[in-house]
C-alpha cells in the first residue's frame, strides 16, 4: 500500500497577544507608533533618501522598549510566544538562549509595499499587527524550495496550502505571526484608505 508523508515542513505561528501574558492596550500601542513616526525625524530621512513607503523605526531607533513603557511590555508578551514557537520548532539551544535582538515600527500607507526578503541575522523573526484595516494587504510567505523549481509544471489553482507556492495570512489587530527568519516573505501593495500598522522583530541566538 502506498504511503505519502510531507518532509521538511515550514512551520508558521499565529496566536492572539492575549493568549501569553499581560494584555496589551492596542489603542495605546497605535497612538505610541504614530507619536514615533511623526518625532523620528532621522527615520522619516531614512524613509525618504531610500524610497521607503510610509514610515519605519528600523534604521534609526534600537530602544522602543526604552522610551515607551508600552513597548517593554509588549516585548514581555512576545517571549512567551517566542517562548511556545522554540518549544514547537524542537530547537537544541544548549547553553545559549533565543532572545530578543530588534524591533521596529512598520506604517505602510495606501499604495505602500514591503518587498520580498528574509531575515539573514536572526533565528526567528514575527509581526504584532496593531491596525489592520479592511481590505488591507496580507502577509505573503513563500515556498522556500522556489529557487530549485526549475522544470516543475504550475499548481492547479485549488491546493492544499501545503503544495502553494506562496501562502497569504491576514491577521487580526491584536495577533502576532512567527517563523523562522530564513522564510522569504513580503507585503503586497496596501489597496485600504488607511495606515496598515504593524511592529516587527527578529529574535537571535546568543
Known amino acids: 500500500m502506498s504511503n505519502i508523508e510531507s518532509l521538511f515542513v515550514t512551520r508558521l505561528y499565529r496566536a492572539a497577544l492575549a493568549e501569553q501574558g499581560k494584555t496589551i492596550d492596542l489603542e495605546e500601542l497605535e497612538n505610541s507608533c504614530l507619536a514615533i513616526a511623526e518625532d523620528d525625524e532621522a527615520g522619516q530621512d531614512w524613509c525618504e533618501k531610500h524610497g521607503y513607503p510610509g514610515y519605519t523605526s528600523y534604521a534609526s531607533l534600537d530602544d522602543l522598549p526604552w522610551r515607551f513603557p508600552i513597548f517593554k511590555a509588549l516585548v514581555k508578551v512576545l517571549d512567551k510566544h517566542v517562548e511556545s514557537f522554540v518549544k514547537d520548532v524542537q530547537f537544541d539551544l544548549g547553553s545559549k538562549k533565543i532572545k530578543l535582538d530588534s524591533l521596529w515600527i512598520n506604517i505602510l500607507p495606501q499604495g505602500g509595499v514591503h518587498s520580498s526578503h528574509i531575515h539573514p541575522h536572526s533565528v526567528i523573526s514575527g509581526t504584532c499587527y496593531v491596525t489592520m484595516p479592511q481590505g488591507t494587504s496580507a502577509i505573503k510567505f513563500e515556498d522556500p524550495r522556489l529557487p530549485m523549481m526549475m522544470a516543475a509544471p504550475p499548481r492547479k489553482t485549488k491546493v492544499r496550502d501545503?503544495?502553494?507556492?506562496?501562502?497569504?495570512?491576514?491577521?487580526?489587530?491584536?495577533?502576532?505571526?512567527?517563523w523562522e527568519s530564513w522564510l522569504r516573505h513580503e507585503v503586497p501593495m496596501n489597496m485600504a484608505d488607511e495606515d496598515r500598522i504593524s511592529v516587527s522583530f527578529n529574535y537571535g541566538w546568543g
Do not use: K
Not at 503544495?163 to 495570512?169: K, N
Open 162 to 178: 501545503e503544495l502553494r507556492t506562496f501562502v497569504y495570512r491576514a491577521p487580526d489587530a491584536g495577533e502576532v505571526l512567527l
